[in-house]
């Protein structure tokens, strides 16, 4: 395999090893053998214009038009001419699956599913960053400056992820960095023929025999690189922002994916904005309904359950979804002889409230509602479909309501296995206090029963715990603890504190997101407005199933088999839709019609962002903050290397010319080669000294730097051309004088230590003439505008009329 193969081979693979971090964002996570596919044809196009061989530029053009054609294929081919040119069609559909993936990122949480658009999204992109690589490392030969690409690729995925993508993936991308690192200098070395390991430590000081000449900088500068590298990529993922929401927050929670039957509903929360919903001001009607249900105050709207615990956050479960049946399945765990009663109710949604999850009495047993709804069995709820959301839909829900007693809840059995092993998860990362509060509070219960009375009476009488929307919320495994000292918060802190205290308990535990019961109405109905948002636990008891708690104080209502007495309601009158249903309600919330997007990105048109899982605000970075972030992370990243990068440029510049074919031009042409010489001492450590004779200047080069051999004698060559140039009436040219800037530059490098050469390469000091050269223009600019001003002025003043005495 030649050089070139195996750096192409080489890059394919670190590209692929980096975009591993992505894997833990989407599930499944097929995308990857898609991209690999992709990435390969493009370094296969590389390899082969290489081997023609065509110019760079037209090299990386069949690239992207390779690109061009294989994401047409995958994606577009519906579209597409024969299934691989793309016309105006194919390029509409693109962008169009480009945007739904954006809005995809901005609904889903970790893992999302693999749709269409996320696919396209991390195909393109991975392609994007390997077709970089490639260019870097292969194209132009600059494997070490390639590792920032890989970086920020991994870092990316690192922050997204939470504040790090695991060791597993920073060891794959480290070591596919690496691999890329070695391959090209084995590459570099093999241009150079054998090389013989015993001469490479037993020649002179300051010989290219001793140092390996310049073959082996590289692969010295590719270690520097790779180790800072390493090290940055630990520390980014720090400054990026987590996830919360969504992938990249917000969004207006898309829910399902797929079409037909199958399918899954993702991990997304519905309240992100619930807390500042809670703090607006106005209560802007959300839901109108009407009920025969004879109290109507347990009727909780119900949206979404929240069943996975990871120590930081709540959230819902990747699961199948299908098509709504006529006739729901049994509630699980729910027995027939238990108090039952059906319901039904009738629910008109605003036109401004736009949700993809349906509101619902728990547990549904039957749901008349048009569009494109589908039905999610471990969570009984309906998720909408292709865009379908809640913006005026009009539906039927029957219900049950269940009535158990506290006598039927203390004789529970215990949950099946399978229920009990996955819904009192707790990670080991919760603080052990928060099970020792547990354990204190629920002292003396003798069932499960007993301890969940115990901790809802704790939270929301007994425990000092005081009801505050303005508090600020913590965030991460110690935000639970953080919560139980400070005693202050709203829903969100209660819900998801209570539910982990009853998992570290045994009691099967999940959240659940939606309404309270709202506010009835002269007319019957009954009006559920923007701060009727609420979310609450849910603890499972064989033969009553899911059974509602509310350890919130001033909030809801504590449910009949929790309390020693039974309030009695008022009915509300039979369920019948009607076409006023949606009319202004005469008390609290206000009706809107219309929601903008400024009104919607700021929670203001109800509960309809995903629900933040932890126990933040939950708001979530969008696509621009990300880019943003990530674009201001690789400048920041850059800034160490621009002095190197000035001098490297600075240095082609000088030895680059061709030779000068008047005296003018071979004395500039010699003086650039001298400065470049004096500049390379100068970034070594020795200062330069220009009221010494080019003579004079050498000598002192010589006995400073420690420059023995060729590079001595190459530094005396030099300033003897320089005296010509400058002294002789007709000076001769001098063939290689940058080839003896170069040598003079490899006895500096030899003769130095690792410290002095790192210093000379990452921050030479000659670099200062970067700035004095800044100071000279800046200075020079202010004087102009000086004279500028002096002149202008007298000027404007004489043409300024004067008025008549």
């Not at 919903?277 to 009920?291: A, F, M």
């Not at 088999?561 to 369920?575: C, E, F, L, N």
């Not at 650039?672 to 330069?688: C, K, L, N, S, Y």
């Amino acid at each position: 395999m030649s050089g070139r193969a195996r750096l192409t081979l080489a890059a394919w693979g670190a590209t692929l090893m980096a975009a591993g971090a992505l894997l833990p964002l989407v599930k499944p996570a097929t995308w990857i053998f898609t991209a690999a596919f992709v990435l390969a044809l493009v370094s296969a196009v590389g390899m082969l214009t290489r081997r023609v061989p065509l110019a760079r530029p037209l090299t990386l053009l069949a690239q992207l038009v390779a690109v061009v054609l294989a994401l047409t294929l995958f994606f577009a081919r519906g579209q597409a001419v024969l299934w691989l040119v793309p016309g105006p069609a194919a390029f509409a559909w693109i962008v169009e699956l480009f945007r739904a993936g954006v809005e995809d990122v901005g609904t889903y949480a970790v893992p999302a599913p693999d749709t269409e658009g996320i696919r396209l999204l991390l195909v393109a992109g991975v392609v994007a960053i390997g077709l970089l690589v490639d260019a870097l490392a292969v194209t132009f030969r600059k494997a070490a400056p390639a590792g920032l690409p890989l970086l920020a690729l991994y870092s990316v995925a690192a922050g997204l992820s939470g504040g790090g993508a695991g060791w597993l993936w920073f060891l794959l991308a480290a070591t596919g960095y690496l691999l890329l690192l070695l391959a090209e200098g084995r590459d570099r070395l093999s241009q150079w023929g054998r090389v013989f390991g015993a001469a490479q430590r037993s020649g002179p000081r300051g010989s290219s025999v001793a140092t390996g000449g310049s073959a082996f900088a590289p692969v010295r500068t590719g270690r520097r690189i790779g180790a800072v590298a390493m090290g940055v990529a630990l520390v980014v993922p720090l400054a990026l922002p987590g996830f919360s929401g969504g992938l990249f927050g917000g969004g207006n929670g898309e829910g399902g994916s797929g079409n037909g039957r199958g399918g899954t509903i993702s991990a997304v929360n519905p309240l992100v904005s619930l807390q500042d919903n809670l703090r607006q001001q106005e209560d802007r009607e959300v839901l109108r309904y009407r009920t025969n249900a004879q109290d109507n105050s347990g009727l909780y709207l119900r949206l979404v359950a929240l069943d996975q615990f990871d120590g930081t956050s709540w959230k819902s479960s990747v699961r199948p979804i299908e098509d709504v049946p006529p006739q729901l399945p049994w509630p699980q765990g729910l027995a027939q002889s238990m108090d039952i009663t059906e319901v039904t109710t009738n629910i008109v949604a605003s036109d401004a409230y736009e949700q993809k999850w349906l509101p619902m009495p728990f547990p549904a047993g039957r749901v008349e509602v048009s569009g494109n709804w589908r039905f999610e069995p471990a969570g009984r709820m309906l998720v909408g479909d292709d865009k379908q959301t809640t913006r005026g839909a009009r539906y039927q829900v029957t219900s049950l309501d269940v009535r158990p007693t506290a006598e039927q809840l203390a004789a529970a059995q215990p949950a099946p296995e399978k229920l009990r092993h996955e819904y009192t998860k707790v990670p080991v990362a919760l603080p052990a206090d928060v099970r020792t509060a547990a354990v204190e509070v629920t002292k003396g219960a003798g069932n499960d029963y007993e301890r969940a009375v115990k901790l809802q009476n704790w939270f929301s009488e007994e425990g000092g715990f005081q009801y505050d929307v303005d508090v600020e919320s913590g965030t991460g495994a110690q935000a639970i603890s953080r919560f139980l000292k400070d005693k202050r918060g709203f829903c969100v802190h209660f819900s998801f504190s209570m539910a982990a205290m009853a998992r570290s308990l045994g009691i099967p535990a999940r959240v659940a997101v939606g309404f309270m019961p709202g506010t009835t109405q002269t007319d019957g109905s009954v009006s559920v407005g923007i701060r009727d948002a609420h979310a609450w636990p849910e603890l499972y008891f064989e033969g009553a199933g899911w059974t509602r708690f509310e350890p919130t104080p001033s909030r809801g209502s504590t449910p009949a088999y929790t309390r020693a007495t039974t309030p009695t309601g008022t009915a509300t009158g039979p369920a019948r839709p009607e076409q006023s249903a949606s009319a202004r309600p005469t008390v609290a919330p206000t009706a809107s019609e219309s929601c903008t997007a400024q009104m919607r990105r700021m929670g203001d048109c109800g509960p309809d962002e995903a629900l933040a899982g932890d126990l933040s605000d939950g708001g979530g970075p969008d696509v621009l903050q990300i880019a943003l972030i990530s674009t201001g992370v690789l400048l920041l990243l850059a800034v160490p290397f621009l002095p190197m990068l000035w001098r490297k440029r600075v240095r082609a510049r000088r030895l680059g010319s061709g030779a000068g074919r008047g005296p003018e031009e071979l004395a500039a042409r010699t003086l650039a080669v001298w400065r470049e010489i004096t500049d390379t001492a100068w970034d070594h450590g020795v200062e330069p000294d220009d009221s010494l004779t080019p003579r004079k200047i050498a000598e002192r080069l010589v006995r400073l730097g420690d420059l023995r051999g060729e590079p001595a004698e190459a530094v005396h060559r030099v300033a003897g051309a320089v005296e010509q140039v400058l002294y002789a009436p007709r000076p001769e040219p001098v063939a290689g004088l940058a080839a003896e800037a170069e040598r003079v530059r490899a006895g500096f490098h030899a003769s130095a230590g690792r410290k002095a050469r790192l210093h000379a390469l990452l921050a030479p000091r000659s670099a200062v003439r970067l700035r004095w050269a800044a100071s000279a223009w800046w200075a020079s600019a202010t004087a102009s505008w000086s004279r500028r001003r002096t002149t202008l002025l007298p000027n404007a003043l004489r043409r300024t009329p004067r008025s008549a005495p």
